[in-house]
C-alpha cells in the first residue's frame, strides 16, 4: 500500500517531531515545564512533562490555538480540549501507559497523537467544519485507538500502528 506524497510528508514532519521531542525532554531537568504566548487572536501553549508519574491538562477557547504536550515517562495521561477556529494540537507520549485525548470543537482544526511505549490508547473527536487528524502508535498493546470525526466539509484521518 503506498501513501501519496502529502500524508508521506506528514509522516515524516510527525516522525522529526516526535524525535525531536524526545531527545529535548532528555535534556530537561525538571518534571514539568508550562510555556505559553497569549495574543489577541492567537494562542500558544505546551507542557513538556520528564518523569515518572506524568499527567497534564490543557483547555484553550478563541482564535488559531496551538497546544503541544510531550511527555516521557512512565505513567503518561494527556488530555488537550480547544474550541474555536484554526486549532492544532499535538500531543507525543514515550514511555509505559500512555493515553491521550484530543477534542476539538470549531472549524479548520488539526489534531495529531504519536504514542511509542507499550499500553496506549488514544482519542481525537472533532466537531466542526473541515480539518484533520493523525495518530501514530508503536509498540505493543494497540488497541483500542478511536477517531470520532462530527463535521461538514473534508475531513482527513490517517492512522498507522507498528
Not at 501513501?3 to 532528555?26: I, M, N, Y
Not at 488514544?122 to 508503536?138: D, S
Request: net charge negative.
Amino acid at each position: 500500500m503506498s501513501l501519496d506524497s502529502k500524508p508521506r510528508q506528514r509522516l515524516s514532519q510527525a516522525g522529526l517531531l516526535f524525535a525531536a521531542s524526545t531527545f529535548s525532554l532528555l535534556a530537561m531537568a525538571g518534571d514539568l515545564a508550562i510555556r505559553s504566548e497569549l495574543e489577541s487572536s492567537h494562542s500558544v501553549a505546551d507542557i513538556a512533562q520528564y518523569g515518572f508519574r506524568n499527567e497534564a491538562t490543557l483547555s484553550q477557547h478563541g482564535l488559531a490555538n496551538v497546544s503541544m504536550i510531550a511527555q516521557q515517562g512512565v505513567m503518561n495521561t494527556a488530555i488537550s480540549v480547544q474550541q474555536g477556529s484554526g486549532n492544532s494540537a499535538y500531543i507525543l507520549q514515550d514511555g509505559t501507559l500512555n493515553e491521550a485525548n484530543i477534542l476539538q470543537q470549531g472549524q479548520g482544526h488539526d489534531a495529531l497523537i504519536a504514542q511509542q511505549g507499550i499500553s496506549q490508547s488514544a482519542l481525537i473527536q472533532q466537531t466542526g467544519l473541515g480539518g484533520g487528524a493523525m495518530l501514530l502508535q508503536q509498540g505493543s498493546s494497540q488497541v483500542p485507538v478511536s477517531i470520532i470525526q462530527h463535521a461538514r466539509g473534508r475531513m482527513q484521518v490517517q492512522v498507522i500502528q507498528q
